[in-house]
């Protein structure tokens, strides 16, 4: 029976080294591309297209509980550099803390400024996000719909750098890329810096220089209103609704821009669990919309190229559930393959895990060279070990979606800082539960240590630093929730 049990865990634990190479493989393939591109850049650039009218925009700031956004976030979009009769800013509101009051005071300060900007309330959350833009646009003016979350920042020239390329009739929206107001708060704003750059720098470049689909990322975008409705508006059936109708709006014909000159600032989670929140949403409504969009991808007439790249964009965050089960699988494995040798665990599956490590490293260095970012590049070194410790949590979340249609829209609590400033003394207000991820994080580093046991007694001493990775990510993640949590008491 132990023997069949080997068996079982062996090819699960295969399986899912396998499928990390995979996605290591398609982080090769996108930086090839991206080197590419790169050299068809001069003859190949987007250059500003004609258009001389001004067409009347619709602003929408959606927004729930962020008394230390929303101020900074009201400035920024009344300072946009459009004709005033031609602007209508919409707050969509659905708070219930006094972010109310906070609104309410610099809406009305606008207003005495000539901003034509108005405050649109709901008495129920329903759809969220989803629900709130769409109830802003059955009373918006504009022809075209500019988003912005609570945490961004809009430069005063985004309309006039967007808005030209509406001149091409099939145009639908247009993407600029984030910016990080606090990318340097500490270690872990710079790897999420690192992580989402990246996203935007080669990802959505090679996507769309190649004529590949890719995504509204549900803020510092703007859309044609009738890309919007053409497509059937904005859904709640997935917690990822930018994803959902990007897919749907492609596949109805409309055609998306990305422009990585333009750069939005935002702001990057300061906390683990606000951070575990948002990937954990967003690992969700991936799935969600996989399950949603891909029947009709792949029954379409659509190239190869772009159904194989759909694939693997929406599957991707399958890469936390394989990752889990590789951390899961790792010691039972090891333990029936004793007989063959200890250094097997070298001989394969370290050329395995290596294939996923050299993919991401090599995505990720590419960016950092290209940014000139310098002393990033320590966090190469600790994003490895991170998601290692994230992995189980965020795998949860993929199973959730893959089970599941809709669900609640968590959102992302921000605080306003930038640099090295301390968070504001009522942070504590918006903080996230973390008892049981500090329990299941203990647990695990407690296993994960079995591994390293093992090989210790049997002498395999290169295999030692390869294993010892999976406990200090579950160390470092229970480290930074138990910070947290100290923080909050």
């Known amino acids: ?4 049990h080997g068996y079982i865990w062996t090819a699960i634990h295969f399986t899912a080294l396998a499928g990390l190479a995979l996605y290591g493989m398609h982080r090769i393939w996108l930086v090839i591309s991206w080197h590419r591109i790169q050299r068809e850049r001069a003859s190949n650039s987007d250059r500003s297209l004609l258009f001389k009218k001004r067409p009347v925009v619709t602003v929408q700031l959606p927004i729930y509980n962020e008394r230390f956004v929303a101020s900074r976030l009201l400035d920024a979009a009344a ?24 609104i309410e005071d610099r809406a009305a300060y606008w207003k005495r400024k000539g901003i034509n900007i108005k405050i649109m309330r709901r008495d129920f959350r329903e759809g969220y996000k989803a629900g709130a833009l769409n109830q802003g646009l059955t009373t918006a003016k504009g022809e075209y719909i ?13 309309l006039l750098r967007t808005l030209p390329y509406f001149a091409d009739e099939k145009t639908g929206m247009v993407q600029a890329q984030w910016g990080f107001l606090n990318a340097k708060h500490s270690w872990f704003t710079g790897i999420q810096s690192m992580l989402l750059g990246a996203h935007f720098s080669v990802e959505h470049c090679v996507r769309y220089r190649r004529g590949l689909y890719f995504n509204f990322n549900g ?14 508006g904005w859904q709640s059936d997935t917690v990822t609704e930018d994803l ?7 596949l109805a014909g409309w055609r998306f821009v990305y422009l990585d000159d333009l750069v939005v600032p935002s702001e990057l989670p300061i906390t683990i669990a606000s951070f575990r929140s948002q990937q954990q949403r967003w690992a969700k409504g991936s799935i969600q919309t996989a399950k949603k969009i891909l029947p009709r991808i792949i029954t379409s007439p659509l190239s190869f190229s772009v159904k194989m790249e759909t694939l693997a964009h929406l599957l991707a965050n399958f890469g936390w559930l394989l990752g889990a089960i590789v951390t899961l699988t790792l010691y039972p494995t090891i333990m029936w393959r004793v007989g063959i040798g200890p250094y097997e665990l070298i001989r394969l599956d370290l050329p ?3 294939c996923t490590s050299f993919g991401i490293f090599l995505y990720f260095f590419t960016f950092l060279n290209k940014k000139g ?22 795998a949860l979340s993929v199973l959730k979606g893959v089970f599941s249609r809709g669900g609640i829209f968590k959102r992302t609590p921000k605080f306003g800082v930038s640099g090295h400033e301390r968070l504001p003394v009522l942070a504590f207000l918006y903080s996230q539960q973390s008892i049981s991820y500090l329990i299941m994080n203990l647990l695990l580093f407690v296993y994960s240590l079995l591994p390293v046991v093992f090989a210790w ?18 160390l470092l993640v229970f480290s930074k929730d138990l910070l947290g949590l100290k923080k909050r008491l």
Request: aromatic share 16%; charged share 20%; hydrophobic share 50%.
């Open 1 to 4: 029976m132990f023997s069949w």
């Open 79 to 102: 300072s946009l550099n459009w004709p005033e009769d031609r602007l209508e800013i919409q707050v969509l509101d659905d708070s219930t803390d006094d972010t109310q009051k906070i």
């Open 146 to 158: 500019a988003i912005f979350d609570a945490d961004f920042v809009p430069p005063h020239d985004f």
């Open 219 to 232: 803020t510092a975008g703007i859309w044609r209103r009738k890309a919007i409705e053409s497509s059937g």
């Open 244 to 250: 959902d109708l990007s897919y749907r709006a492609q």
């Open 352 to 354: 395995l895990f290596m």
């Open 373 to 394: 970012a310098g002393g990033s590049f320590r966090w190469l070194l600790l994003l490895p070990v991170l998601s290692v410790g994230l992995a189980p949590s965020i």
């Open 457 to 474: 007694k049997r002498e395999t001493w290169l295999a030692i630093p390869f294993l010892l990775m999976f406990p200090f990510g579950f």
